[in-house]
């Protein structure tokens, strides 16, 4: 689905709007109303029927009146929906109503990037009682209580009874979410190995053509092969043109596990020689840079990497001259969403002969492996608001909704109607992805599937969307306990619970340092500097224009092996 082939990107504009700062409540122009609690009607009491305006994650305007899931919604909870028709994915449309303070009961916006505090001090929402969510959504509290720090995040400065917002589990971008991959008809080719044992993802529909193997190799054998991709003809074709690595240059997701052999993760904070610093002005990304440019010397590297963004670069590898190429499980195990996404669109076609490995990440000199998770702390992303014309009595049927379609997994019918009905399992019965029938909308319309529900997705509500090759990876590498606790690369200091100005600083200096580090990266790699040269007067630079800031306000949030205990 359409939804999930950019829910990483969602996930990260999302986090936009859970990672801020909250000034405190004082400072705020919308008061906080305490809630008499045994005023309001006992949990299932739905005897006096409500209107609401609601709205969810995927509201895109095109939901139609009386739909089928509004229609069971309305009788199982006696309320009548007021559907929205604002497409809340389009920023301008999202601006004009924040800007005219007309927004629904119950929103998520995907575009827009108002944060919690900003969206409460403008009067466009309220807070929600913490025992409010005890008596009406006993399942959300639970899981915020098992995914630490839920039960400290977003809360109101200053109150430990106030949330400013509701959050979301994503369970999907639980475990390693990037991974390297071969030509493994070129490892062949060449009498080269792989690092381990060896099996197919799929028995058909190019699956077949793909191989993992939860075995790495070292860095140096990464290199050797690389050379080997690029000046020992692979292809057979008896011409030199062949690359061991296409990079992109508008993101750095294709250094992912290269990064992760040095211990590093892009944007994060760790401590060196006993002090904080962020990976892009530390000694082991210097050494990381170092390790590029004599690739790019050496020819391995694609020179044309320079004018590619992501998508061109993925039609770059389907030319079939790029040895290596880094993915996520989905695109291991050829879900629908990742069709034409690099490496596997290499094998999409029935008649090609390629074959792909994809392996662990790989090991660097000192031990190190791994990739740097998705969410920097924990599992929980995104954000859920209720408006501030939301009438206590309101909000308590606003909770039981929430709590219902969202958390209890009873509640299928709102996003794939009835199996056998409205959607078909892809394969085997709940151990692979639901399919809705052609006759009723994926997402809204006549359906109004999604139309009401948050972007939260426990382990199970992680089946219906993804396909069980992909969840057969999860299971074996990917999301595996023992490979999460050694090959995760977290942050050592995060501010997920508000108590810095990082959120301003950033929105100060963010732009201005990401210029300094995206020049100094691409000068480094094609050799335009001399890396050992340049190196001071680059982190000189980075600190005077907000790096000192940035970390002096850094080093005041919690440790996060602290705060995920």
Not at 166 to 174: A, K, M, N, R
Not at 243 to 264: D, E, K, Q, R, V
Not at 500 to 509: A, G, M, P, Q, S
Not at 512 to 519: N, S
Request: charged share 30%; hydrophobic share 35%.
């Amino acid at each position: 689905m359409k939804k999930f082939a950019r829910v990483l990107s969602f996930a990260a504009m999302s986090s936009a709007l859970i990672f801020t700062t909250a000034c405190s409540s004082k400072e705020a122009g919308n008061a906080v109303q305490k809630v008499d609690i045994e005023s309001l009607p006992k949990a299932g009491d739905f005897s006096k029927e409500l209107e609401l305006n609601l709205s969810g994650s995927i509201t895109r305007g095109k939901v139609e009146d009386g739909n089928y899931v509004q229609k069971r919604l309305e009788k199982q909870f006696n309320i009548k929906i007021e559907n929205t028709k604002v497409d809340t994915w389009n920023t301008d449309q999202v601006n004009l109503m924040v800007a005219s303070g007309d927004v629904p009961d119950t929103f998520a916006f995907t575009a827009g990037g108002k944060s919690p505090q900003e969206l409460f001090d403008a009067g466009l929402t309220r807070t929600i009682p913490k025992e409010m969510l005890e008596k009406y959504a006993p399942r959300y509290m639970k899981m915020l209580a098992e995914n630490p720090p839920g039960l400290e995040m977003n809360l109101l400065s200053g109150a430990d009874n106030e949330y400013l917002q509701l959050v979301g589990l994503y369970s999907h971008v639980d475990g390693l979410t990037w991974t390297p991959t071969f030509r493994l008809d070129w490892l062949e080719k060449l009498g080269i190995d792989p690092p381990g044992e060896i099996k197919q993802v799929g028995p058909s529909g190019g699956r077949e053509k793909i191989y993992f193997t939860d075995a790495a190799y070292t860095i140096e054998e990464v290199e050797a092969i690389l050379k080997a991709f690029t000046f020992d003809d692979p292809d057979g074709n008896g011409k030199n043109d062949t690359y061991g690595i296409s990079p992109y240059h508008n993101a750095t997701n294709w250094s992912a596990s290269l990064m992760g052999s040095f211990g590093l993760a892009p944007g994060f904070n760790f401590l060196e020689d006993d002090k904080l610093v962020v990976t892009e002005v530390s000694k082991k990304y210097k050494e990381f840079l170092k390790l590029m440019a004599r690739w790019y010397e050496m020819g391995l590297v694609d020179p044309e990497f320079t004018t590619l963004d992501d998508k061109k670069s993925w039609e770059k590898y389907k030319q079939g001259k790029i040895g290596y190429y880094i993915a996520q499980s989905s695109y291991i195990a050829m879900d629908d969403w990742a069709k034409g996404r690099a490496p596997q669109n290499i094998v999409e076609n029935p008649n090609s002969t390629a074959k792909l490995l994809a392996t662990a990440p790989e090991i660097g000199k000192d031990g190190q492996q791994g990739v740097g998770a998705f969410i920097p702390v924990g599992n929980l992303a995104d954000a859920f608001y209720i408006s501030k014309k939301v009438t206590d009595e309101e909000l308590a049927r606003i909770l039981q909704i929430f709590d219902y379609i969202n958390f209890d997994n009873d509640a299928r019918w709102t996003l794939y109607g009835e199996v056998g009905e409205h959607s078909d399992w892809e394969g085997t019965p709940e151990k692979s992805a639901l399919k809705v029938r052609p006759e009723y909308a994926l997402e809204e319309g006549n359906s109004g599937f999604w139309a009401y529900n948050f972007r939260t997705y426990d382990k199970e509500r992680v089946q219906w969307f993804t396909s069980e090759y992909t969840m057969n990876l999860r299971k074996e590498f990917f999301a595996r306990e023992d490979v999460k606790d050694t090959m995760m690369i977290r942050p050592y200091k995060w501010d997920v619970l508000n108590k810095t100005n990082l959120k301003d600083i950033d929105k100060r200096y963010k732009g201005q340092l990401t210029t300094i580090v995206d020049e100094f990266r691409m000068k480094a790699i094609v050799g335009e500097i001399d890396i050992d040269k340049e190196w001071d007067g680059y982190v000189e630079n980075w600190m005077k224009n907000g790096g000192k800031e940035t970390l002096a306000e850094m080093e005041k949030a919690a440790v996060v092996s602290d705060i995920m205990k």
